[in-house]
């Protein structure tokens, strides 16, 4: 599975809309890109998958190029609840298990 | 989605101890995975719970040292043998569903644990 690339951490003051950036250039055609969300003492938990172009739901939007080597993680408006780590993910069909990498520890700001 | 539990949540135990850990799931699942997070990092697999077979483990963890057990497509327990502080670590039990475009997985609330 590609690697993945992310920001160790970010800083956001409440209300600001955070944009998290991922790359993964290697990315294969039938792979798609997952990002979970982390909070402190629990386990990780699904956020949003895309293919191609975007995808929003009630929690985030997810911009894929067209090229799909990068995608762009966007949190509407944060709020200190959102603070976690976000972790990107190269996903491949089938009953492979994910292989998380560094992800990104989001830290908002009062 | 999946209700997966734990037990214990937390345990502190002594150089060279074993401990088992449980993991329960709401419904019946084929995938099962087990992972570690130590303090500050990010998750690692220790391995695929196979019911019926022996469990696969990822490269760097051992069968002597994590002995993994799945009776059933509900449960399945994580030992972690001859406990060194270098153990200490979250252990979390993992279940894989295909219900989007490509599987996605939850987690347990994970296991708190110290060695001394």
Known sequence: ?110 | SAVISQKPSRDICQRGTSLTIQCQVDSQVTMMFWYRQQPGQSLTLIATANQGSEATYESGFVIDKFPISRPNLTFSTLTVSNMSPEDSSIYLCSVLRTEKMANEQFFGPGTRLTVL
């Open chain 1, 1 to 110: 599975l590609a690697k993945t690339t992310q920001p160790i951490s970010m800083d956001s003051y409440e209300g600001q809309e955070v944009n998290i950036t991922c790359s993964h250039n290697n990315i294969a055609t039938n792979d798609y890109i997952t990002w979970y969300q982390q909070f402190p003492s629990q386990g990780p938990r699904f956020i949003i998958q895309g293919y191609k172009t975007k995808v929003t739901n009630e929690v985030a939007s997810l911009f894929i190029p067209a090229d799909r080597k990068s995608s762009t993680l966007s949190l509407p408006r944060v709020s200190l609840s959102d603070t976690a780590v976000y972790y990107c993910l190269v996903v491949r069909g089938g009953n492979t298990p994910l292989v998380f990498g560094k992800g990104t520890r989001l830290s908002v700001i009062a």
